[in-house]
């Protein structure tokens, strides 16, 4: 158990739709950063937030929005979902700013859109 | 653009057997690479990698990076069941502060 929560685990939804999707990161950790695990990209950095501020951006379409919060914890919010954003969502976090290679995953949420 | 190529893509042996997973990669701004093991969900840190030539070592696995040749390959040595896993490579773009990750080997043995 990395101490990464990520809610919910599964997610069935239509295409069109909008969904959000939390994370919370492990105690004392300010760094939060989504990515997008698909059959045929592998896994893809997303964006990455530092204390409430966006630090770096990746593969992010436009349709996804992410934010981080007070208490730290991290929202991504996908909208106007299509077939083709189906994948497994994982969030992790690190303590610092740069410490990209100090990363624990959370267990990531499936999400799956008909 | 950044890449990480990782072979092969799928690996299956015996028990016991020596397995040797090959990563390279083209990345501005190198600052380290990194092994992750993904078994049912999320990925879980193996090694970080920064100079070259220096092996590190965790029990029956090690790796090494070779920054000339801009590749690491990760060994797995007496091969167990619970060894059957997805192993991923990623690159560490300093100045992106993001990870760049290979496709990913699928590593199954068999008893």
């Known amino acids: 158990d990395s101490g990464v929560t990520q809610t919910p685990k599964h997610l069935i939804t239509a295409t069109g739709q909008r969904v959000t999707l939390r994370c919370s990161p492990r105690s004392g950790d300010l760094s939060v950063y989504w990515y997008q695990q698909s059959l045929d990209q592998g896994l893809q950095f997303l964006i990455q937030?530092?204390?409430?501020?966006?630090?770096a951006k990746g593969n992010i379409l436009e349709r996804f929005s992410a934010q981080q919060f007070p208490d730290l914890h991290s929202e991504l919010n996908l909208s106007s979902l299509e077939l083709g954003d189906s994948a497994l969502y994982f969030c992790?976090?690190?303590?610092?700013?740069?410490?990209?290679?100090?990363?624990?995953f959370g267990p990531g949420t499936r999400l799956t859109v008909t | 653009e950044d890449k990480v190529v990782q072979s092969p893509l799928s690996l299956v042996v015996h028990e016991g057997d020596t397995v040797t997973l090959n990563c390279s990669y083209e990345v501005t701004n190198f600052r380290s690479l990194l092994w992750y093991k993904q078994e049912k969900k999320a990925p879980t840190f193996l090694f970080m990698l920064t100079s070259s030539g220096i092996e590190k070592k965790s029990g029956r696995l090690s790796s090494i990076l070779d920054k000339k040749e801009l590749f690491s390959i990760l060994n797995i040595t007496a091969t167990q069941t619970g060894d059957s896993a997805v192993y991923l490579c990623?690159?560490?773009?300093?100045?992106?502060?993001?990870?760049?990750f290979g496709q990913g080997t699928r590593l199954t043995i068999n008893p």
């Open positions: 990623a690159v560490d773009n300093q100045g992106a502060q993001k990870l760049v």
């Open positions: 937030y530092y204390n409430g501020e966006e630090r």
């Open positions: 992790a976090s690190s303590v610092g700013v740069a410490s990209t290679y100090e990363q624990y």
